[in-house]
DNA sequence: TTAAAAATAGTAATTGTTACTGTTTTTATT
DNA sequence: AATAAAAACAGTAACAATTACTATTTTTAA
């Protein structure tokens, strides 16, 4: 299938680019729809389902029933709060020796490692005790 | 809320204990039928989360959109085969340690880390290319 | 300019899961 | 054993995220 050009498409990996919060499809849709107001939410879908196959973004599986996409397609840890469900980059340097121990121990073929942290968020520890 | 005791409950963490492959719901659901014949997919449900919730089980999310459940609740890594989407045991040191250097390089509260491995299964593998 | 391929908007369908409701089980107390 | 309140149940309906379908519009190479 040769890829065809599209202003959706453009505008959907652009929203992506300005964004640091892993959004999920529907906040992409209703972002994208600033500029194209009668975006199809299956068009959000479709094209975030295809970024992703080409390697162009990267979808987080984190757990919590939502698929969320982040533009950065480099190797990194996340953090999900089990509170406001918030998606954060972690400044930890990548394991990446894991994945190359686990492949070791395997007698399939593992391509890749997903890890998550869960736990509650800054904003939330904060919020969480008004006594 | 005080538990009462539940044969069907007995019965869903019975299967679950002899089952080393992670199923599902859904899985659940059809093997318990064998002793419970009109058993609710509700009850499996509610007794996976409860069972979950009160650590007998352990839930786990491994990106294919469906939850798995795992009779052994300690610390350890899972694959999950992109073909045929089967979960197996990670015979790897679960490195604990990486959910230490992460609560020391973020703000918020760190609970746990979840990962999982995925690729191609050795059963997938062998049967790929049949030329 | 044209025509085939790809993409679209809008809608319907699917899937995994949770919520609801009236009935049955469990269990502590008489 | 009888009773009654709490918990759990079966069966069904509702829900949310996602995917599939269809007729129309865009894109692009010839």
Avoid at 25 to 35: E, I
């Amino acid at each position: 299938m040769n890829l065809k050009h599209s202003r959706q498409r453009d505008s959907i990996k652009e929203f992506l680019a300005t964004r640091k919060d892993h959004p999920t499809a529907d906040v992409v849709y209703m972002g994208v729809r600033q500029s194209f107001p009668n975006i199809s939410l299956g068009t959000v879908y479709r094209n975030l389902t295809l970024l992703a196959d080409i390697g162009e973004i990267m979808r987080l599986r984190v757990g919590d029933g939502v698929d969320h996409f982040d533009y950065d397609t480099s190797p990194h840890y996340h953090f999900v709060c089990s509170q406001c469900g918030c998606v954060e980059d972690l400044k930890l340097p990548f394991n990446a020796g894991l994945t190359e121990e686990a492949k070791e121990c395997f007698s399939g073929e593992i391509e890749g490692q997903m890890t998550y942290f869960y736990g509650c968020c800054a904003d939330c520890t904060g919020e969480q005790m008004p006594v």
